[in-house]
Nanobody
């Protein structure tokens, strides 16, 4: 299984970005998919999650600003990020979980300037 993340970049505070994660097989093969982020020297933290039934979870720090979604016909997961803040700066990773364990994408850098 391969996960290919893209869409990161440099944006000013208050701006928006949309991350994409293309999966090499059906999204329905996974119990859940999500986005994590990591800054230098810190642990990877969960940002948003979407389970196979469509239920979502958001960390408190992004709730109301980020939206996780999926396109099952394209086997793609998205993270729409709005009202971005400098503290959102991180490498963002997409993740897929199944009974065989977690799978990770390669990460995409998001930098928010003040």
């Amino acid at each position: 299984v391969q996960l290919q993340a893209s869409g990161g970049g440099l944006v000013q505070a208050g701006g928006s970005l949309r991350l994409s994660c293309v999966v090499s097989e059906s999204i329905f093969a996974f119990d859940a998919m999500g986005w994590y982020r990591q800054t230098h020297g810190n642990q990877r933290e969960l940002v948003a999650k979407l389970d196979v039934y469509g239920a979502t979870y958001y960390s408190d720090s992004v709730k109301g600003r980020f939206t996780i979604s999926r396109d099952t016909t394209e086997n793609t997961m998205y993270l729409q990020m709005s009202s971005l803040k400098p503290e959102d700066t991180a490498v963002y990773y997409c993740n897929a979980e199944s009974r065989y364990g977690p799978r990770w994408g390669q990460g995409t850098q998001v930098t928010v300037s003040s």
